[in-house]
């Protein structure tokens, strides 16, 4: 059981430059999220996929956006890549997005640097 | 505003060294705490999870406790393999987020 799996692992962008990210779950879970991790910060939420078909901005959207492609799948793309976008991303699901008991669960993460 | 705090930011143990790892956190109503472990190059790796003032969790050499304003992550005689960086977060009632502190970064010496 692979959980939630991120490609790539690793990218070198220019600033300018456009990709996605892929993320995918297997554990048939509703609700899927994008967050980035930077040195004294702690993780911040991008987006979240409330469930298929759904998606709502998190705490520090702007640069991004994103695609509940289906139930397993939700990407992250950044259209104009820039030096403040350098981070680690990491893509994290749970079974719904409210109640104590809906764990989220994170995937390796994807190591970011735009020159 | 809702806020996570965790200290101390980083904490060096000898093997065998008891101590215990702070969560303070400020939200509008709980429905939920998180604790997980990182390790370098990886994802946060889900530990506990408390609802309630009062409850407690364990889990090998781990205990997380939780009051009103603050979670505790008890290491009992910590070994080597529990370095790591451990995350705490809080989850506002009404709402999909969590709320992550900076982590604490724990260093077991052999």
């Known amino acids: 059981n692979a959980g939630v799996t991120q490609t790539p692992k690793f990218q070198v962008l220019k600033t300018g430059q456009s990709m996605t990210l892929q993320c995918a779950q297997d554990m048939n879970h509703n609700s899927m999220y994008w967050y980035r991790q930077d040195p004294g910060m702690g993780l911040r939420l991008i987006y979240y996929s409330a469930s298929e078909g759904t998606t709502d901005k998190g705490e520090v959207p702007n640069g991004y956006n994103v695609s509940r492609l289906n139930k397993r799948e939700f990407s992250l793309r950044l259209e104009s890549a820039a030096p403040s976008q350098t981070s680690v991303y990491f893509c994290a699901s749970s079974e719904g997005a409210g109640g104590p008991w809906n764990i989220q669960y994170f995937g390796a993460g994807t190591r970011l640097s735009v020159l | 505003e809702d806020q996570v705090t965790q200290s101390p930011e980083a904490l060096r143990l000898q093997e065998g060294e008891s101590s215990s790892l702070n969560c303070s956190y400020t939200v509008s109503g709980l429905r939920g705490l998180f604790w997980y472990r990182q390790d370098p190059g990886k994802g946060p790796e889900f530990l506990f999870t408390?609802?309630?003032a009062g409850e407690e969790k364990e889990k090998e050499r781990l205990k997380a406790t939780l009051t009103k304003k603050e979670s505790f992550l008890h290491i009992t005689a910590p070994k080597p393999e529990d370095s790591a960086t451990y995350l705490c977060?809080?989850?506002?009632?009404?709402?999909?987020?969590?709320?992550f502190g900076t982590g604490t970064r724990l260093k077991v010496l052999a």
């Open positions: 977060a809080a989850a506002p009632l009404g709402t999909y987020k969590y709320i």
């Open positions: 408390l609802y309630s």
